[in-house]
């Protein structure tokens, strides 16, 4: 296994694991809501303030993590408040986002290489110092899921059941979005903006066909999310492609074979 | 001290507050009236029944009472408080009639699901801890569906997830039970023994029932009180002491009509 005396490979194995762990740990809950879009929304947003941060020199990733944070808040606030419906927020956000990170980006003449590597990812060029932001987020993340498990799980199911049960589905939510956004910046070096909705949302949708339970869910999609970032990493280095594709692709992978498998048993259980 | 909250009221029994009470509520979606001049007590210890045809105002009473709506004018209180400053909601067990989850596949077992109402607010080892629960087993017996605890929650029958919900409330050990249309899309004989679990739990274990319904024929065998609801109190009292007069205007429609039909329903 030469792969590992390269620095630079263990440092996008690490970073691609910590990623396939947490997206998909966010994603469950965001599936569940019928939010996924919103992963969408915060990448594009975070794709801003990854401009931003080129055009000033600032640290990029933590221009797009005040970003994100920023817009995660705005659309719980213009949906808790009515102003407009929760999949209008997040359109708008969307190419509101996008339309400055086009200007942006004209203003400074284009950014050509640095703005390529967070729009397709760029896993096995992750400095050290990028791994310790990935690092630090995974542990806010991970922490996050940890200890409001319960809360998220009974905001998912019903929302004012939650309420009568002492949830204060509000702030959840707003912790939710908030988070997702952190896993959309923390993603982003290893799968880029355009895809990481995907790491998001398809180890879930593979899952929830396989397992029963939600805790088994949970587990079972954390393990299709780590398996596709690893395999599609050590894929992209033999055979000389982009990781971030490799890496979708091998999640794409898991979700048509989970869903023939769940076909299968419908079928066998019906005829049985 | 005790009895601040009873001045003015000679029909309160020993025990403090009622469980419910609507003081001349008023609530309104933007132009459109959905309740007015709603005054109602629920007092400890009753199995109320809360009665309309559709679209009279039934299910928003129940989202008031439980501070999932605010009344634009008016007072409500839950156990003595208004639902936005009650804090005792381990007390209180709610049936909702739909769930925001209940198209998907929602991928929780129905332990999961019971579990849930063992929530008494944020514990870190929850993930690691929820696998299985002498609580939870005994209140998905109580309503006789202990074989299905490992089953996925969205693969059950329409039946059989009601009784999983009850038993989510249940778990919670309340005082208060609050059940939207519990028996909606459920065969008549579930149903029966469906109202006869919860006039068991209304005698056995002394909880306070409010359920609403537009079935006329069971609530009148099983309820100890009716509230018959159309935009406003129509009528309030013993079940039995509730007249053909009163039920014809609720529903507009002649009285001998609506027993032939709970008849014909209950066969």
């Known amino acids: 296994m030469d792969i590992f005396t390269y620095d630079f490979m263990v440092r996008a194995l690490i970073g691609g694991a910590l990623v396939g762990l947490l997206a998909p740990a966010i994603g469950l809950f965001l599936v569940l809501r019928r939010l996924s879009l919103i992963a969408d929304s915060l990448a594009h947003v975070a794709l801003m303030g990854v401009a931003i941060g080129l055009a000033t020199a600032a640290f990029p990733p933590a221009v797009a993590l005040g970003s994100t944070s920023a817009a995660a808040f705005s659309i719980e606030q213009l949906r808790i408040r009515r102003i407009l419906p929760g999949d209008v927020a997040l ?7 996008l339309a400055i990170a086009v200007v942006v980006i004209s203003l400074a003449n284009g950014f050509n290489v640095d703005l390529f590597s967070y729009l397709f990812g760029s896993v096995l060029t992750i400095s050290p110092s990028d791994l310790w932001l990935v690092v630090g987020l995974a542990i806010v993340v991970a922490a996050f899921v940890a200890v409001f498990y319960t809360e998220l799980s009974q905001t998912s199911f019903d929302t004012d059941l939650a309420r009568t049960t002492g949830v204060r589905v509000n702030l959840v939510s707003l912790a939710l979005a908030v988070l997702t956004g952190a896993t959309i910046t923390l993603s982003m070096r290893i799968v880029g903006v355009l895809l990481v909705g995907a790491l998001v949302v398809i180890p879930v ?21 780590v398996a596709s970032a690893v395999g599609g990493i050590i894929l992209a280095y033999y055979a000389d492609i982009a990781a971030s594709g490799s890496v979708v692709l091998i999640s794409i992978g898991f979700l048509v074979i989970a869903s023939g498998w769940s076909w299968a048993r419908n079928r066998l259980s019906r005829a049985g | 001290m005790k009895d601040a909250t009873n001045k003015g009221n000679g029909l309160v029994p020993q025990g403090g507050a009622p469980y419910l009470e609507f003081r001349d509520v008023l609530f309104a979606y933007g132009a459109h009236t959905v309740v007015e001049n709603l005054t109602l007590k629920v007092e400890r210890g009753e199995f109320a029944a809360i009665l309309g045809p559709n679209g009279s105002g039934k299910t928003t009473l129940l989202k008031l009472a439980l501070g999932l709506l605010t009344p634009s004018r008016g007072e409500v209180l839950i156990i003595g408080s208004p639902p936005e400053k009650f804090r005792e909601w381990g007390r209180v067990g709610y049936v909702p009639q739909r769930l925001d989850s209940s198209q998907a596949d929602y991928p929780a077992t129905a332990f999961e699901v019971v579990a849930q109402g063992l929530y008494r607010g944020p514990d870190p080892l929850a993930f690691l801890r929820l696998t299985s629960n002498a609580k939870v087993t005994s209140a998905l017996g109580t309503v006789g569906v202990a074989d299905l605890e490992r089953k996925k929650f969205s693969a059950l029958s329409v039946g059989q997830r009601q009784r999983v919900m009850l038993a989510r ?13 519990p028996v909606a899309g459920v065969d008549i004989a579930a149903e029966e023994r469906f109202y006869a679990l919860l006039r068991r739990l209304n005698r056995e274990r002394g909880i306070t029932i409010i359920l609403v319904t537009h079935d006329i024929g069971a609530t009148m065998s099983e309820a100890t009180t009716v509230a018959c609801i159309n935009r406003t109190l129509v009528f ?18 002649p009285m001998e009509v609506l027993l032939h039909n709970a008849l014909h329903e209950h066969r």
């Open chain 1, 205 to 225: 949708m593979a899952s929830l066909r396989l397992a029963t339970g939600l805790r088994a869910t949970t587990l079972l999609a954390m393990a299709i999310g």
């Open chain 2, 236 to 253: 309030h009292g013993p079940a039995h002491a509730i007249t053909h007069h009163e039920l014809s205007a609720l529903y507009g429609i």
């Open chain 2, 169 to 181: 409330a249940l778990v919670r050990e309340p005082d208060l039970l609050v059940l939207d249309e």
């Open chain 1, 91 to 97: 359109a708008v956000v969307l190419y509101c986002s």
